[in-house]
T-cell receptor, first 114, second 111 residues
Framework: DVKVTQSSRYLVKRTGEKVFLECVQD?????MFWYRQDPGLGLRLIYF???????EKGDIPEGYSVSREKKERFSLILESASTNQTSMYLC?????????????FGPGTRLTVT | RKEVEQDPGPFNVPEGATVAFNCTYS??????FFWYRQDCRKEPKLLMS???SGNEDGRFTAQLNRASQYISLLIRDSKLSDSATYLC????????????FGTGTLLAVQP
């Protein structure tokens, strides 16, 4: 079974703090993704990475950055947290081989910024 | 127009009923489609992949209609445990591994 883990299930931070969310997958997947999910808006792609040290902006990258130093680990960084970044953050991974695009999700981090 | 659209529901059905959801997509280059199940406050979990005309797994059947650009999910003999939000997703097309997700359809199976 694919396993994707995220560093925290719940996190409370103050406005202006720098926030690190970590994601680790154990399936040697090339691709990793960060989404946020908000009621009525669905899953929105923040950033994704298709290889170590490679990254591409998704649909809503503003206010976020990412780091992928090792294949299994993909970090999302909120440079200066704001209240409108309160959300559920979901990490996912997928393989490139065989034309398969299935993404497997971690349990999510529910971030509250006060 | 949203790229992947779903009826948000809720669909309230009795146990044992058959229920079907549709999902339309706008990108004709999309080749791969997926249904995910998401329980309240949990992560989406892959339910079915659809690469050609359809796929079946027990009580669940997914169909793809390329001409009309929609996929459907049919659940037969609904169980209380099927209550969840069902998300559909399509790949962006081309070589990218990105998926576009719909906002989900809420299913509530009543006893």
């Amino acid at each position: 079974d694919v396993k994707v883990t995220q560093s925290s299930r719940y996190l409370v931070k103050r406005t202006g703090e720098k926030v690190f969310l970590e994601c680790v997958q154990d399936m040697d997947h090339e691709n990793m993704f960060w989404y946020r999910q908000d009621p009525g808006l669905g899953l929105r792609l923040i950033y994704f990475s298709y290889d170590v040290k490679m990254k591409e902006k998704g649909d809503i990258p503003e206010g976020y950055s990412v780091s992928r130093e090792k294949k299994e680990r993909f970090s999302l960084i909120l440079e200066s947290a704001s209240t409108n970044q309160t959300s559920m953050y979901l990490c996912a991974s997928s393989t490139t081989g065989g034309g398969s695009y299935e993404q497997y999700f971690g349990p999510g981090t529910r971030l509250t910024v006060t | 127009r949203k790229e992947v659209e779903q009826d948000p529901g809720p669909f309230n059905v009795p146990e044992g009923a058959t229920v079907a959801f549709n999902c339309t997509y706008s990108n004709s280059a999309s080749q791969s489609f997926f249904w995910y199940r998401q329980d309240c406050r949990k992560e989406p979990k892959l339910l079915m992949s659809v690469y050609s005309s359809g796929n079946e797994d027990g009580r669940f059947t997914a169909q793809l209609n390329r001409a009309s650009q929609y996929i459907s999910l049919l659940i037969r003999d609904s169980k209380l445990s099927d209550s969840a939000t069902y998300l559909c997703a399509a790949n962006y097309g081309g070589a990218t591994n990105k998926l576009i997700f719909g906002t989900g359809t809420l299913l509530a199976v009543q006893p």
